[in-house]
């Protein structure tokens, strides 16, 4: 399997990162406009090919072709694929391109919307995925893309929403574990241990709600136990409308 990808900003990077652990470095070609200083390094780090002359590319002729380009320029970009074979599977991950788009540029192609998230460069990644008209199961989108994490089939219409949930995401929760982390430094622990411990409890949390079936005031209910601390810290988070804030936090971010 050959993988190139356009782009390596912070996704690309996460992308190709997550890749790394799962194929040789010589599956890989990474193309950018111009090769800087850091891809030059993260060139030399991976092992992996770095290019600035698209045509390599096209040469290398790979089954996945990955836009991590920002979305203003990922049409423009497109245009120098123009004549790639039409096996080549074209996913894009740039925020504002749809799969007319895509079609416009490449309608031959299987092609796809992905909306990924940053850890997918430790292969726990949240991606939703929205397919084109050309894509079969041959083309092993979703387990190309499993690669990296859960993968989820989303109609286009809800991909803002779902990528708001999934790409916002881990930045709200960074300010929650952070929040945890000044509360229990606040409160006597080693802010190393309190951040490590904070990561394991999110960890495990989502883990449960997985594997349970069960909804998060479901799993709430079980550990709010009659008059205990933990009632008290959630009647604490309403009093301060933790809920409500998180609502609009996503609200904000969607719009």
């Known amino acids: 399997m050959k ?20 194929v040789s470095p010589a599956e890989i070609i990474l193309g950018s406009h111009r090769i800087n200083a850091a891809m030059q390094s993260y060139h030399e780090k991976n092992k992996i090919t770095v ?19 920002p979305a203003a320029k990922t049409p423009e970009i497109m245009d120098q694929f ?27 192609n299987p092609s796809a919307l992905v909306v990924p998230n940053t850890p997918v460069s430790v292969n726990h990644g949240t991606l939703g995925v929205a397919m ?12 190309f893309l499993g690669l990296l994490g859960d993968v989820y089939t989303v109609p286009e219409s809800e991909f803002n929403i779902f990528g708001t949930i999934t790409g916002c995401g881990p930045a709200f929760l960074d300010v929650f574990l ?3 982390g000044d509360a229990a430094v606040k409160n006597g622990l080693p802010r190393a241990l309190a951040y490590e411990a904070a990561a394991s409890m ?24 009659p008059g ?8 604490s988070l309403e009093k301060n409308a933790f809920r409500s804030a998180i609502i609009e936090a996503v609200d904000a971010a969607n719009n």
């Open 132 to 143: 084109g008209p050309h894509v079969t199961k041959s083309n092993n989108i979703e387990s």
């Open 51 to 69: 290019t600035d002359d698209y045509s390599d590319i096209m040469d290398a002729n790979p089954e996945f072709l990955i836009f991590t380009t």
């Open 228 to 235: 205990g601390s933990t009632i008290r810290g959630v009647v």
């Open 178 to 180: 952070s929040a945890l």
């Open 202 to 225: 999110a960890k495990g949390s989502a883990s449960l709600l997985q594997e349970s079936g069960l909804t998060p005031d479901a799993l709430k209910d079980q550990v709010t136990t």
């Open 82 to 108: 123009k004549g790639i074979d039409s096996d080549v599977t074209v996913l894009s991950v740039a925020s504002g391109v749809s799969l007319g788009d895509i079609q416009t540029k490449f309608p031959e």
């Open 3 to 22: 993988v190139g990808i356009i782009g390596i900003g912070h996704m690309g990077q996460a992308i190709t990162d997550g890749l790394l652990n799962q």
